[in-house]
């Protein structure tokens, strides 16, 4: 390399590294976060026979979303959703959120929905993956409460979050912990923070089992959403 080109090469070399790292690091998180973060999702539906919107990346919203979906497949379970990196992640409550600060549900991680998901209700058909009504119990927004700067993915993966909701049904602080049990798929527990909000000795689930979307209940759901005519697609 003649010595000019060289001169050339070492000024600006720190730069080229700059942007070779960045462009790196952008197609990792990409990579990760992104489509890879969806392939469980849509590796277990058939899109053509389902009513289950598809495994898309999302946009991000100013503030992140929640939703909650009571699902009544082979045993009837809550399912919660909190955005993060434009994918949902997902968590089952067998039993159900609560306002009752005494009260810790265990939540046991599942794979990530799209974000379209949060819009959800519906039939799954017989013979697919989670078949069963789906009702949205509870949506909203929800705030980090380590502050604005803090990274909901970074809390997640450490295995502590704690978060404020905005819906028509859970309202304030709670928090979604990681603890030592279940092995490969760690179990969590999810519950009601202390504040102006606690409900004590409240059972929420039951007293508002309803959609609260449509207003429906699970049977009414099953009724009037049909599920897909797998005949249609033969």
Excluded at 19 to 37: A, D, F, R, T
Excluded at 54 to 60: A, F, I, S
Excluded at 156 to 166: D, F, N, W
Excluded at 180 to 209: A, H, N
Aim: with cysteine; charged share 30%; aromatic share 8%.
């Amino acid at each position: 390399m003649p010595a000019r080109l060289a001169r050339r090469w070492l000024k600006h070399k720190p730069i080229f590294s700059f942007l070779l790292n960045s462009i790196s690091s952008v197609s990792c998180i990409h990579s990760v976060n992104g489509k890879e973060s969806l392939e469980e999702y849509k590796e277990k539906r058939d899109f053509s026979a389902t009513p289950e919107p598809t495994g898309k990346l999302g946009e991000r919203n100013s503030e992140p979303i929640f939703v909650i979906q009571k699902h009544d497949a082979r045993n009837l379970h809550y399912d919660l959703r909190l955005e993060s990196e434009g994918v949902l992640k997902s968590w089952a409550v067998p039993k159900g959120p609560s306002m009752d600060t005494k009260v810790k549900r265990l939540a046991v991680p599942t794979e990530d929905h799209p974000m379209a998901y949060a819009d959800f209700e519906g039939v799954i058909p017989e013979g697919h993956y989670g078949a069963g009504t789906v009702l949205i119990w509870d949506s909203g927004t929800f705030q980090n409460t380590k502050g604005k700067d803090a990274s909901f993915a970074e809390n997640l993966k450490e295995g502590h979050a704690t978060i404020r909701i905005s819906g028509s049904k859970l309202v304030g602080k709670f928090a979604l912990i990681r603890t030592k049990r279940g092995g490969k798929r760690p179990q969590w527990l999810f519950f009601k923070m202390k504040d102006e909000y606690s409900m004590p000795g409240s059972d929420i689930t039951v007293e508002y089992p309803n959609s609260s979307k449509t207003g429906r209940s699970l049977s009414e759901v099953t009724e009037q959403e049909a599920p897909v005519d797998l005949g249609d697609f033969e």
